[in-house]
Nanobody
Framework: QVQVVESGGGLVQAGGSLRLSCTASKSVGFNLDVMGWYRQAPGMQRELVASISRGGTTNYADSVKGRFTISRDNTKNTVNTIYLEMNSLKPEDTAVYYC?????????????WGQGTHVTVSL
C-alpha cells in the first residue's frame, strides 16, 4: 500500500553536512500520516531521530536538536517526500538511517519502512 525509498547517505568528515531524502508512494484509499527518520548504530537499538506530521509539526531527538532539520513536501497527493538536513555531523551520528511512513484508512493504521541508507562520519 505504501512504498518507501531513501537516498542521500554517504561518507563525510566530522563537522560536515549531508542531506537525506525519503519518498513515500501510496495507493489510492490511504492517507500518509507521520513520517520520520530513525537510525541504528552497530550493536544499538533503533532510535527516533526526527519526525514530521502532515501538518508540519516536528519532533527531534535531543542529540540532534539544533543540528538536524526535517522538512516535508506533501504537495502531491500520492507521493510525499521528507528531507533530513544534517549539519555539524559527529562520529556518533554514524548509523544506518531508516525512513518510516505511517499510513491509514478507515480500516487500518500501519507503518512502512525503507531499506535504510548508510551514514558514516569520520574524524
Amino acid at each position: 500500500q505504501v512504498q518507501v525509498v531513501e537516498s542521500g547517505g554517504g561518507l563525510v568528515q566530522a563537522g560536515g553536512s549531508l542531506r537525506l531524502s525519503c519518498t513515500a508512494s501510496k495507493s489510492v484509499g490511504f492517507n500518509l500520516d507521520v513520517m520520520g527518520w530513525y537510525r541504528q548504530a552497530p550493536g544499538m537499538q533503533r532510535e527516533l531521530v526526527a519526525s514530521i506530521s502532515r501538518g508540519g509539526t516536528t519532533n527531534y531527538a535531543d542529540s540532534v536538536k539544533g543540528r538536524f532539520t526535517i522538512s516535508r513536501d506533501n504537495t502531491k497527493n500520492t507521493v510525499n517526500t521528507i528531507y533530513l538536513e544534517m549539519n555539524s555531523l559527529k562520529p556518533e551520528d554514524t548509523a544506518v538511517y531508516y525512513c518510516k511512513t505511517e499510513y491509514s484508512n478507515f480500516f487500518t493504521k500501519a507503518g512502512s519502512w525503507g531499506q535504510g541508507t548508510h551514514v558514516t562520519v569520520s574524524l
